[in-house]
């Protein structure tokens, strides 16, 4: 198969050096080989999340841990914090799971604001809320401390925070924030394959789940803490997923962390500077741009003198180079198209998928 190289925001182009990671050999779960390689992880986790608690695996993508803290953490009824496909998706997620839940809505390409949801909370009605810190399907950041500190006036209400396409990209800090649950699937910004998700847990969201009765097996987070306590996870992991973590782990630490977040918001300006150079605008609302995507208006929101392209014909020709974009997600395919600066990629990697776009341009 010809190799087509992924710009879309995930999965993100994996390294021949993590697809080597892969294939350590096998070892058994319950052994001491597993448990060292838990242990020797678990401290660089522990980092990059900015967390004391434990850092739990598991095998799933994001979607098995976000209906995981649904059913773990939701008694009462939970709200949904919706601006995209993804956030939007939680609530009906939510319902499916037999909760009660209600939704704050804004317009895609908006971000959640902390007083939408001050005063959703301030009807007393909910016992936990779900947010998606980097709503990939439109390239939109929301202010995460500015909600997170909501947490003081609601200590009760269980924070629920979805950083699957932000974590290691941006400084995230769990315990600082004070939230409950920080969750982030590893094939966006770690670059890993699709199938392995890592998440953390506050002691107040391991009491409250030790108090619903219908949270399941797999996804149990008091079975995620129990068996993290022995550097072990509930069930078979996938195992070549976690020697692939590792090696990642230790490139963000050789890299630095802080030079890895700033990295990430270097070329994501990259992609920025070439949407505006093209006469294109953005979709996002100002100043709550994604740093791991660009997520360019071709049409959506409609900006008089605004630049707008057949968008798959855009995707066709770059793909004919060798470069996978995204054509727009739902309901703004099309009219919005998405380019990935996730994971591994550099100034000049990015200037390889320019050069392309740019010819793809002067085509069009
Ligand atoms: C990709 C993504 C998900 C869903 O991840 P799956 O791997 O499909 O489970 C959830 N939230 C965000 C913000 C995402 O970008």
Known sequence: MAHVKLHIPGPVEVSPKTFQALCNPMIGHRGQGFKDLYARIQPQLQTLLGTNQLVYLSTSSAWGVMEGAIRNLVSKKVLNCMCGAFSDKWLDVSRRCGKEADGVQVEWGSPIRAEAIDQKLSTGQFDAITLIHNETSTGTMSP??????????????MFIVDAVSSMTAVPIGFDTLGIDVLLAGTQKAFALPPGLSVFTCSPAALSKAATLKDRGYYFDFVEFQKNAEQHMTPSTPSIPHIYALGSKLDEFFAEGLEN????????????????????????PEAGYESLTLCCVNNGAKPVAGARVVDASKLQKLVKDRGFLIDGGYGKIKGTTFRLSNMGDETPETMNALIAELDQAMALL
């Open 144 to 157: 995460l401390a500015e909600i997170a500190a909501l947490k003081v006036k609601y200590p009760d209400v």
């Open 260 to 283: 890895r977040y700033s990295r990430h918001r270097h070329t994501n300006q990259q992609l920025r500077d070439w949407a505006t150079r093209h006469g294109f605008t953005l979709f």
